[in-house]
């Protein structure tokens, strides 16, 4: 009797149901593509897979903490590319240390969150036109900043022992065996999955979501909390930037397009309501697996890339529509 009562309490979390859907397609997904293909299991890929699933996982963190609040971020994919063009352009041009460079950078990024914040929390600006808005300022900031292309290697301004530690930090290094890119992204994760879940920011970015009246009413500071989630929405997109400068080795203008979209799609796929209110960073960890898994599955049964993106978009739209009836469904038992 207690197991049962103990699963069921599990099962109510809120959010959990859709993040353990998005966990169970991910193993029907892997074993199908396995099966087609044997090296799909082959344990090189699943370490790529993981590194390259944690791009995702970044993007669909920030773009989660702003949907639960019932708003969206279309500048995140901008802000990835000033962050990799900043970085880049401070080590080459600049000469400074990567860990200066990363200081400056991730102060910028999160001054951009701060701005997107006070536009949709404190002025009120939909938030489609501010972080519309802020889309264009930051990449056409990433063009400005180094004269509207692409940056030279890093290892030109600081040095190649300088620039392969900070490529083997961010993306070519691994430790224990494993991509430091992953060990990076899940560090990240656990912080923010704490901070949501378990302090009382969490329960305000909830609550903003839920309900924003009564969330003002009950004492919310309604304004700070809209701020602090895109706040975070500009840090893991920097991270995702100083990952991709470290990737290639120097800036790059165009890094980091449709990411916005890719942060979406993670974060609905694992339940996340775009409604706001509902969803836990659980999901979005699964949302990022499922999505990357179909990508590299599919790429690897020789699919074509039209193919890939209509059966990702199919996902999407599928995840969504489950989200929204399992939240019909449990307003109904409420009022039942």
């Not at 400074?96 to 950078?105: F, G, K, N, Q, R």
């Not at 083997?168 to 494993?178: D, P």
């Not at 599919?298 to 993106?309: D, E, F, K, N, T």
Request: positive net charge; charged residues 10%; hydrophobic residues 50%.
């Amino acid at each position: 009797m207690d197991n049962r009562y103990s699963l069921k309490r599990f099962l109510n979390i809120r959010g959990m149901r859709p993040a353990l859907l998005a966990f169970a397609g991910l193993i029907v997904i892997y074993t199908t593509f396995g099966i087609i293909n044997s090296t799909v299991f082959n344990l090189v890929n699943i370490m790529n897979l993981l590194r390259s699933m944690s791009i995702y996982l970044l993007i669909g963190i920030g773009q989660s903490y702003v949907m639960i609040t019932g708003n969206i971020d279309l500048s995140i994919g901008s802000i990835t590319g000033m962050s990799s063009v900043l970085a880049a352009t401070l080590m080459e041009r600049g000469q400074m240390s990567p860990p200066l460079a990363i200081l400056i950078t991730v102060g910028c990024c999160l001054f951009a969150g701060l701005i997107n914040g006070t536009l949709v929390g404190r002025l009120k600006l939909p938030p489609y036109i501010a972080t519309l808005g802020m889309m264009f300022v930051a990449r056409g900031a990433a063009y400005m900043i180094f004269g509207y292309r692409c940056t030279s290697s890093i290892a030109r301004g600081i040095g190649k022992e300088a620039a392969d530690r900070y490529q083997n930090l961010f993306y070519y290094g691994s430790t224990w065996g494993i991509h430091n890119t992953f060990l990076i992204a899940m560090a990240i994760f656990a912080f923010f999955l704490f901070l949501l879940s378990k302090t009382k920011t969490g329960r305000h970015i909830y609550a903003v979501g839920s309900n924003f009246d009564a969330a003002k009413l009950s004492g919310v500071n309604v304004k700070a909390t809209i701020t602090k989630t895109y706040i975070v929405s500009s840090f893991t997109a920097c991270v995702v930037g100083l990952i991709l400068c470290a990737q290639a080795t120097m800036g790059n203008t165009e890094a980091g397009i449709w990411y916005e979209m890719y942060g979406v799609a993670a974060a609905v796929i694992g339940g996340i309501s775009p409604l706001g209110g509902t969803g836990i960073l659980l999901g979005t960890l699964g949302g990022a697996a499922v999505w990357r898994t179909l990508e590299n599955g599919l790429s690897m049964v020789g699919a074509q890339v039209g193919i890939q993106r209509v059966v990702v978009g199919a996902v999407v739209i599928f995840a969504a529509l489950l989200n929204i009836l399992l939240r019909d469904r449990n307003k109904l038992k409420k009022k039942l």
